[in-house]
C-alpha cells in the first residue's frame, strides 16, 4: 500500500510541475510577445514623428512659418516642440533603455495605450499636413 502511495505522490508531483511548466512558458511568452509589440509600436510612432516633423518644414518652407497648427502655435513653434518631444521620448536612446527595462504586463499596457494615443494624433496630423501641403 505504502508504495501506491509513493507512486500516487510522485505522479501527483510530475503533474504539477508539468502544469506549472507549461503556464510559466505561457506567460513569458505572452509578456514577451507584449514587450515586443510595445517596441514595434514605439519604432512606428518615432518613425511618423519624423514624417511629420518634415512635412511641418517643408510647409514652413512654402511660406508658411507664422501660420497657426493649432490654436497659440504656429508651425515653427510646433515644429520646435516636436523635434524636443522626440528627444525626450521617442529617441533611439529611450528606445533602447525601453528595451532593458523589467517591465510588467501591467506597465507594459499602459505604455502601449499611451504610444498609441500619440501614433493616432500624429497621423491624424500628417494627414492634415499632407493636405495643407497638395493644396498650396
Avoid at 4 to 20: H, N
Avoid at 77 to 84: A, E, G, H, R, T
Wanted: proline content about 0%; hydrophobic content about 40%; overall charge neutral.
Amino acid at each position: 500500500m505504502e508504495v501506491i502511495g509513493v507512486i500516487i505522490a510522485i505522479l501527483g508531483l510530475i503533474i504539477t510541475y508539468k502544469t506549472y511548466a507549461k503556464s510559466s512558458n505561457s506567460e513569458r511568452k505572452k509578456f514577451t510577445e507584449g514587450k515586443n509589440n510595445l517596441l514595434v509600436i514605439f519604432k512606428i510612432t518615432q518613425r511618423l514623428s519624423l514624417e511629420v516633423q518634415e512635412l511641418i518644414q517643408t510647409y514652413i518652407n512654402m511660406g508658411h512659418i507664422n501660420e497657426y497648427i493649432f490654436e497659440n502655435y504656429t508651425n515653427e513653434m510646433y515644429l520646435d516642440m516636436l523635434k524636443k518631444g522626440f528627444q525626450t521620448s521617442l529617441s533611439d536612446e529611450i528606445l533602447h533603455r525601453l528595451n532593458d527595462l523589467d517591465l510588467s504586463e501591467a506597465n507594459i499596457e499602459t505604455m502601449l495605450r499611451d504610444i498609441e494615443i500619440q501614433k493616432n494624433n500624429l497621423q491624424l496630423i500628417k494627414n492634415m499636413l499632407i493636405m495643407k501641403i497638395q493644396n498650396k
